[in-house]
């Protein structure tokens, strides 16, 4: 079964301080992709990262980064110097093969608050 | 470029009232889907659609029926909407799964509230 779970129901913080969302999936699939997606105040989802099983190499991208580490199930991601803007509610997915498409799993998403 | 566009962006309606929510996408994908996403849930698939004219069901179809007539349109038909209904629901579209056009984009919601 696959599964995914975000722990941080909710996290505060203050501005300009780094911050870690938690993730951690379930699956026995060896092919699946990993996604974080943003949920800001104004309702959209909006994709930030895909990355696939064989690659475990981290990534960054100006504030943010994400550390997939296998042995743990997990792929976490951190904002360094945390802004106003950041608040919003980050949502990771896993997909896996299905018969004729890809499933997403979503987590129930962490909810951060970045305050001035 | 619009990617993926949802009408409307909210309605209202009474228990037993039908409806339509439209998806359209300009991104050329075969692959479209619904979702709902209630309060601590995350989203939950309702149907999806892997080319024109055809469309599947997803973990929680009851209640909703779909159609995929153009490859561009995924419609989302509520028959005789019933309060559980009332949550956010959103489009999203994707390549051929399995290859890497797997993300998933959406559109930007649609906030329905049945009475």
């Known amino acids: 079964a696959q599964k995914v779970t975000q722990a941080q129901t909710e996290i505060s913080v203050v501005e300009k301080e780094d911050v870690t969302l938690d993730c951690v999936y379930e699956t026995r699939d060896t092919t699946y992709y990993l996604f974080w997606y943003k949920q800001p105040p104004s309702g959209e989802l909006v994709f930030l990262i895909r990355?696939?099983?064989?690659?475990?190499q981290n990534e960054i991208s100006g504030r943010y980064s994400w550390n997939f580490q296998k042995s743990t199930s997990s792929f976490n991601f951190t904002i360094t110097a945390s802004q106003v803007v950041d608040s919003a509610v980050y949502f990771c997915a896993l997909s896996v093969p299905g018969y004729n498409f890809n499933k997403f799993y979503f987590g129930s998403g962490t909810k951060l608050n970045v305050k001035p | 470029n619009a990617g993926v566009t949802q009408t409307p962006k909210f309605r209202v309606l009474k228990t037993g009232q039908s409806m339509t929510l439209l998806c359209a996408q300009d991104m050329n994908h075969e692959y479209m889907y619904w979702y709902r996403q209630d309060p601590g849930m995350g989203l939950r698939l309702i149907h999806y659609?892997?080319?024109?004219?055809?469309?599947a069901k997803g973990e929680v179809p009851d209640g909703y029926n779909v159609s995929r007539l153009k490859k561009q349109n995924f419609l989302l038909g509520l028959e005789s909407a019933a309060p559980s209904q009332t949550s956010v629901y959103f489009c999203?579209?994707?390549?051929?799964?399995?290859?890497?056009?797997?993300?998933?984009?959406f559109g930007p919601g649609t906030r329905l509230t049945v009475l």
């Open positions: 659609s892997v080319g024109e004219g055809t469309t």
């Open positions: 990355r696939n099983s064989f690659d475990e």
């Open positions: 999203a579209t994707s390549g051929r799964g399995g290859t890497s056009t797997d993300t998933q984009y």
